[in-house]
């Protein structure tokens, strides 16, 4: 494996400013880093009939069209923390609560197919940002939603899936 340090743009509330990131890129890893917001990967959970697909970014018209992941997580094969997030709507996430422990967890991009088992489910309060947390030690797939997701207006819980 090889590990480049790039630049990755975030917008601030006055313009835009740039942290350092490292990507770790291997012979079946990451061929280049997708531009935020478009889409780069198809995710699948068969057990609940989820064929979505993944956008590299977290903006409100990302979830409309599908799955977002975070800006700060690492992509699949890079060995580090994957989080992506999506709405708890009838055609997204809305079955998610129903993935238990050994389903499988499929993400197809162009540079590979990803094949994840579910360790763990947890439900937690919106706040509870370690529950997610970002680490580059293990390539852990973390997928969540609004909870409980047959309620109306704003979820202060996240449903969250943990895969390996």
């Given at each position: ?125 919106e706040t509870d940002v370690d529950e997610a947390p ?30 390996k």
């Amino acid at each position: 494996m090889k590990r480049y340090q790039v630049w990755r743009g975030f917008i601030s509330t006055k313009n835009i400013e740039y942290e350092p990131i490292d990507l770790v890129l291997s012979e079946n890893g990451l061929k280049q880093k997708p531009l935020i917001n478009s889409k780069y990967a198809q995710l699948k959970i068969e057990k609940i009939n989820v064929d979505l697909p993944i956008y590299y970014g977290e903006s409100l018209d990302v979830l409309k069209n599908g799955i977002g992941q975070h800006l700060v997580s690492y992509f699949p094969g890079e060995g580090g923390s994957i989080l992506c997030m999506g709405h708890n709507y009838i055609k997204y996430l809305k079955r998610l609560p129903e993935v238990e422990k050994g389903d499988k967890i499929v993400v197809e991009t162009d540079y590979g197919t990803f094949e994840y088992t579910v360790y763990n489910t947890k439900i937690v309060h919106e706040t509870d940002v370690d529950e997610a947390p970002i680490q580059d030690k293990e390539e852990i797939f973390m997928l969540y939603t609004c909870y409980p997701t047959n309620g109306l207006g704003h979820a202060t819980q996240r449903f969250i899936v943990y895969a390996k």
